[in-house]
């Protein structure tokens, strides 16, 4: 478990179909932004809006690629596991579960994937 978002805030996010769809879609395999908006069928500004708000969430983290020529190109995962939210006398409260992958590992399959 890991620091939560104010559960207004998570909720709200979440209530976004945009954001919903690229959590699911990232949740497999790291996507570029032009991927997961062909994946998903929404514009490319849509989407990197909310994978700003899903980062600054934490329920989206970011890795840098490079291809053969040397170009870099950011990928995006999806952090979120799970969120619970409970209802309590002073309002509500939230705890996230978050799927901390190891990012050298991360880079070490991007590189092999890329070798291959």
């Keep these: 478990m890991s620091d939560a978002p ?6 709200a996010l979440l209530g976004d179909e945009y954001a919903r769809a ?3 879609a990232t949740t497999t395999e790291p996507m570029t932004a032009p991927t997961v908006a062909a994946e998903i069928d929404a514009a490319e500004s849509t989407v990197y809006d909310r994978i700003a708000d899903l980062q600054d ?6 890795v840098t690629r490079t291809d053969d020529d040397g170009n870099h190109y950011a990928e995006y995962r999806a952090r979120l596991e799970r969120l619970a ?19 050298a590992a991360e880079r070490l399959r991007a590189l092999w994937r890329d070798v291959k």
């Excluded at 969430?57 to 970011?62: H, I, P, Q, S, Y």
């Excluded at 209802?87 to 992958?101: E, H, I, K």
């Design 22 to 24: 690229i959590l699911i």
């Design 85 to 103: 939210v409970r209802v309590t006398p002073d309002g509500f409260q939230a705890t996230v579960d978050y799927a901390d992958r190891d990012e």
């Design 57 to 62: 969430a934490g329920f989206l983290t970011e």
């Design 6 to 11: 104010p559960p207004d805030d998570a909720l």
